[in-house]
């Protein structure tokens, strides 16, 4: 299975102009190779191959127009031309229906202006990662790099990227090994929302932790004061750049929150079951930007891959299911409630149910899982605290006494 670790970079600014014609001869390559191709399918001619973009990019270097693309690294300008053919065959394979998921768009030219800059090395580039940290990257020098983690396995290649916020990366994909976790916990069932980020069927409630919503405060802020600023003004400028940078803070506090949870999730319980959100069709709807901003897909996803990778069980269960109508211990379905109806009591069996816990165990019982719903069990007019959790495993599960 493969996966990407991504780790910041500190380019020297000699470093950091070598990066920008990196940049800059990667998207000349990409954007020349679908002119050529754009060209021929408008002409009617047939399609030009991967190997004769690839020759004609060498008689490109020879004239004088192009003859700066020698001053890059030749692996660089063969990867943005493999980026432009996997484009190609991503977007025929989604015209015939091979490809699943949203249909894909054709491939179209690169801008300057791209918020996201980016060009990749291959190991035959002799990329390499030195005894001192620093990464070695031909034609640009040795970058210092901070590894947050360390590398699992020797890296078959590494994209060195620029983000809208000015920062670089290198993320590398690697062949990760499918690890062994000690039997744990048989099943949880997870209830995505606003007021908790995830509940846990057993009755855990677990809140973002209190840097991420600082960071969103901030940016909040940050936006605000962007859209109050005079258009085309300087300082309109650098509101926009300060914006980025909550931005970036924001995606990555939000990052490192969903990897600790997913993680603890995985570690802790034998199969998960969630509910599948079908982001795309709520994002429609009113609730669009509070789902885009929990970022619950990225999180799902995460879950999904790592009990892929240490062998747990997945399940998602359609969005059909009535998690939130139905009784999690007898079944009786008595119809929707109000957001604002925290719990209720079932008529059927009396019992007292706490609306998020109820929904998580039901997910969990839809997937087919065994879970009791005795942590769905709540005190009449008493709501258990959401603990915070900053710590890296996930809070104890709460009872309250019935
Ligand atoms: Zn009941």
Redesign the pocket.
Known sequence: MKLRYSYRLYPAPAQRAALARAFGCARVVFNDGLRIRQQAHAAGLPYPTDAELSARLTTAKATPERAWLGEVSAVVLQQALADLNAAYRNFFASLTGKRQGPKMGPPRFRSRKDHRQAARFTANARFKVLPNGKLRLPKIGDVPARWSRPLPSEPSSVTVIKDSAGRYFASFVIEAEPGILPEAEPAVGLDLGLTSFAVLSDGRKITAPRFLRRAEKKLRRRQRDLSRKQQGSRNRDKARVQVARAHARVGDARRAFHHQLSTALIRETQAVAVEDLAVTGLARTRLAKSVYDAGWSSFVNMLEYKARLYGRQFHRIGRFEPTSQM?S??G?KDGPKPLHVRSWQ?Q??G?WLDRDINAAVNVAKAAGLAVTACGAQTRPGAMPRAPRSEAGTLPKPRREAA
Request: charged share 0%.
């Open positions: 009784c211990a007898c009786a079932c059927q069996c019992m």
